[in-house]
């Protein structure tokens, strides 16, 4: 780690870029690391799965909400569950970060550790990086994948008598949000989920394992996500009112703030459960709990009825 | 294409996420496109080239010397260009574009358009992509390769005894640069290399089953990275001054703006030339001018001697 006073433009660009791809223990994928044109990675069965996610000060993270580590972690948590979402495991990690020149050094070095520690939750590298100049930190992450010889798992497998099931977590980082929000920094479970989020990677290749028909990524919100997988299945999905898991820190959250944590669990985003549909005879793996089934027709339901109290997920423009 | 009134913010981040990616006719090795968590390709020899390059507004590119389709086409060429640098072909693109809420749509669709031409030349799809709000425009492209069986050209290889040898342009971006500098908009072929690299793509491979022993993508000026090439392979480079192509429009131009044509040549960067390492034995590919030979030692050297005119190469913080 550098001096404290140091920024990016005192160590600069290539300097920083050795530091920033210096990942403590290369993965176990990585053919060739850091340091030179382009990175090799082990795609074992002739495919690679690969998705690209960016995250912006101000947008996505904020250092007095968050340091620089858990931004790191985040960044690489949101793509690496992508790739789960496929039921793919990660084999390597790229980075982009744009930054002000007058921006610490220390932050940029941070920011590498906390991708390079959640990178290596899954035993991958960070294989290649890249840092420039902008007047904005803006921080790209691509992760890699294999399916080791499954198909991948898309949003458009779903079929009417399906059964809907889900992994991790729900509402935890849109109570972490409102926490934050109102000027508080505890309860710290529900900070913590939100500054950097804990998809559950395993359940996404066990999930293709138990033959499951589509999955997805719960970025947006349980309810707008689901929809994606009913548009692009052409079916219906219907959520047990009863069944989605609201835990019970959550509801004391919101009952200290006047909210209501069912609505968290339906609509809130970036805490990066998986969703997944499974024919109805599966065995679900233990990660996963059902909350609701597949039919004909379009739209997604709570016990039957079109879910109304406030809006369905989010979008970064609204 | 979008109506010119429409702001980002208006069309809605999936909706442009979908302008984006339909690329107009998939790559050939493009197994899952985008749409879904992730892009699947294919990886035909078990290991995928990946690489991350970020451009930003203001730094890598002027929308008043540049409009957006080619800023797209330099985006995705100067990925392109590390991928070959391997010697490898490419396979697909990934990019994420961060930007102000009310750029125009349309700037943003042609960006999408110059990225999804310039991968159309080498036969590739924009697999996957992401979007965000930012108050900077930053483009953020992903490359992904094959090695076709092949080890990867790495800049580590050059051993003493090689010769030196380099496809593509010298010095035409910097002439460029230099003229849009002085607020001139022709002659159109400096200007027009300086909007959009024309990287040797096919030279790439084609010096890897040549021999060669290492090989750089010139992205910061000839001297500067043939410095990563002999500090990566603990050589010595030696440059021919009579053998550095230096075109005559280049030296037009350089007179005209009382400019060094040859300086242009030796340090300027982003045209995306590939310089390249052969056993001296080698019969280099058509594409490839012997420039120069590597020794023992350390450095870089014309005729014998330490460059000094100017600085060698350029960082983005300087």
Chains 1, 2 share one sequence.
Not at 146 to 162: E, I, K, N, Q
Not at 185 to 210: C, I, M, N, Q, W
Not at 293 to 300: D, I, K, P, T
Request: charged residues 15%; aromatic residues 4%.
């Amino acid at each position: 780690m550098g001096d404290v006073d140091e920024t990016v433009a005192d160590v600069g660009e290539f300097a920083l870029i050795r530091r920033i791809t210096a990942t403590p223990g290369r993965g176990q994928d990585t053919l060739l690391g850091p340091g030179d044109d382009a990175a090799v990675v082990a795609a074992p069965d002739g495919r690679v799965v690969a998705c690209t996610d960016v995250l912006v000060e101000g947008v996505h993270f904020r250092f007095d909400w968050s340091p620089p580590e858990q931004v790191g972690r985040k960044a690489a948590a949101v793509n690496l569950a992508d790739i789960a979402a496929m039921g793919a495991v990660p084999t390597g990690l790229l980075v982009g970060i744009a930054c002000p020149a007058s921006t610490p050094a220390p932050v940029i070095e941070q920011i590498s550790a906390g991708l390079a520690a959640e990178a290596a939750r899954v035993r991958v590298g960070v294989v290649g990086g890249d840092l420039t100049r902008s007047d904005t930190l803006v921080i790209s992450v691509t992760a890699l994948g294999s399916l080791d010889g499954r198909a991948p798992v898309t949003r458009a497998g779903a079929l009417p008598g399906d059964i809907l099931a889900v992994a991790g977590k729900l509402g935890w980082s849109a109570a972490g949000f409102a926490v934050l929000g109102r000027g508080f920094r505890s309860p710290v479970t529900v900070v913590g989920a939100h500054r950097v989020p804990a998809p559950p990677y395993a359940a996404g290749p066990a999930a293709a394992l138990a033959g499951a028909t589509a999955m997805i990524d719960v970025s947006d919100g349980l309810l707008a996500d689901l929809g994606h997988i009913a548009a692009a299945s052409t079916v219906a999905i219907d959520l047990v009112g009863d069944l989605i898991p609201v835990d019970q820190r959550l509801v004391e959250v919101a009952t200290a703030l006047g909210a209501d944590a069912r609505h968290w669990a339906l609509t809130g985003g970036e805490d990066h459960a998986l969703a997944a549909t499974f024919p109805s005879a599966s065995v679900v793996p233990p990660d996963f709990r059902i909350i609701g089934s597949v039919g004909r027709g379009s739209g997604v339901t709570v016990d039957g009825r079109p879910y109304t109290s406030g809006d369905p997920g989010w979008q970064h423009w609204r």
